[in-house]
């Protein structure tokens, strides 16, 4: 930096305030400043000014599984709005597994990240007493972790699948499938939540061997729906909670020989890219995933600010049921 003063004639006070943005600095000098700069192939030391400033302009965000469309999505937006106000992003996929992410959040602090974004893969006591200890701003997204007492983002999830399931029933469905996510998640039971309510709406018995657990996976989803499509009295439509799920549910049935809708009716969670590629094209749950991202990212960045109050703040987002060919009325007795 005292290179960079000399040959641009001025203080290193003055290449100091153009460099770390502490202080105006004149059109005329900036460019003497930056000649100066490219003359000497100087390069900041970002280690040293986080050192000195005690800040690494860095955001850690863990999402459960990188895989996931929705989550690649999120992760998209939450680095756009952060990069756009000088933020630098380090993501880790916890992979479904609650020890890989506990190691991969402190991996993260290790770092020295300013916040974390987190979508937690579990709600164990461990990891909620662990956050809690984090003396970093931090925000929840997409799931919910009970006792934790941070702002967070997250979907009506119960409300979009019950009217999902309503849909289905008003088709004159009443036999209809679940493929169900890990139910130690909040969005696992908050869906699974919205099928019951709107089959007890419906006066529609709640039957135990309907409901298949698909571990949020595509082999799980495939799993889930051959279990259902095999048994004796099958479902007349299937409802997928989430998109990798769906993938393996399509596949199923193609593998099974039946054909959606005319054999078996399909709606699921997720509005992701491929929805409307499948043939029949699919009846979705859309998220509004780059709200989703954006207001995480506006959260996390009022707390590094001190713009936001002491309590946290909670943010509910509405889904939005889209009608597309994949279910079929059934005909009236």
């Known amino acids: 930096m005292l290179d960079v003063a000399r040959t641009a004639q001025v203080s290193v006070a003055t290449v100091s305030a153009l460099i770390n943005g502490t202080t105006r600095v004149s059109p005329a000098l900036t460019q003497r400043i930056e000649a100066a700069i490219s003359a000497i192939g100087y390069e900041r030391n970002a280690i040293a000014r986080s050192l000195k400033l005690g800040a690494t302009n860095t955001i850690g965000?863990?999402?459960?599984?990188?895989?996931?469309?929705?989550?690649?999505?999120?992760?998209?937006?939450?680095?756009?709005?952060?990069?756009?106000?000088?933020?630098?992003?380090?993501?880790?996929?916890?992979?479904?597994?609650?020890e890989l992410q506990d190691m991969?959040?402190?991996?993260?602090?290790?770092?020295?990240?300013?916040?974390?974004?987190?979508?937690?893969?579990?709600?164990?006591?461990?990891?909620?007493?662990?956050?809690?200890?984090?003396?970093?701003?931090m925000v929840i997204v997409d799931r919910t972790c009970e006792g934790l007492d941070v702002d967070t983002v997250?979907?009506?999830?119960?409300?979009?699948?019950?009217?999902a399931t309503s849909y289905l029933i008003g088709l004159g469905h009443r036999r209809i499938g679940y493929i169900a996510g890990p139910l130690i998640t909040s969005?696992?039971?908050?869906?699974?939540?919205?099928?019951?309510?709107?089959?007890?709406?419906?006066?529609?018995?709640?039957?135990?061997?309907l409901v298949q657990d698909g571990d949020s996976r595509e082999a799980g989803g495939y799993r889930a729906a051959m279990q259902l499509l095999t048994q004796r009295d099958r479902p007349s439509a299937i409802f997928s909670a989430n998109n990798l799920m769906t993938i393996g549910a399509m596949r199923a049935i193609r593998d099974a020989g039946l054909s959606c809708p005319d054999d078996i009716s399909v709606a699921c969670f997720d509005d992701f890219p491929w929805a409307d590629v499948f043939r029949p094209h699919l009846t979705t749950i859309a998220q509004p995933v780059q709200a989703i991202g954006?207001?995480?990212?506006?959260?996390?960045?009022?707390?590094?600010?001190?713009?936001a109050d002491e309590a946290p703040r909670r943010l509910?987002?509405?889904?939005?049921?889209?009608?597309?060919?994949?279910?079929?009325?059934?005909?009236?007795?």
Do not use: H, W
Not at 111 to 122: M, N
Not at 154 to 163: G, H, I, M, S
Not at 187 to 209: C, F, I, K, Q, S
Not at 297 to 306: E, F, I, T, V, Y
């Open 154 to 163: 997250t979907l009506d999830n119960r409300k979009a699948v019950l009217d």
């Open 61 to 98: 965000l863990m999402v459960s599984d990188i895989r996931n469309p929705f989550f690649t999505d999120i992760v998209a937006t939450i680095q756009y709005a952060l990069n756009r106000v000088g933020y630098a992003v380090m993501v880790c996929s916890s992979d479904e597994n609650t």
């Open 316 to 333: 509910v987002i509405q889904g939005r049921l889209i009608v597309r060919e994949s279910c079929r009325a059934l005909a009236r007795p």
């Open 187 to 209: 969005t696992g039971r908050d869906r699974l939540a919205g099928y019951r309510d709107a089959l007890a709406a419906a006066e529609v018995p709640y039957v135990d061997e």
């Open 104 to 137: 991969q959040i402190k991996l993260l602090l290790d770092r020295a990240v300013d916040g974390l974004i987190i979508a937690p893969a579990g709600e164990d006591v461990m990891l909620k007493d662990f956050l809690a200890s984090v003396r970093r701003p």
């Open 294 to 307: 954006e207001y995480a990212a506006n959260l996390l960045l009022d707390r590094l600010s001190g713009k």
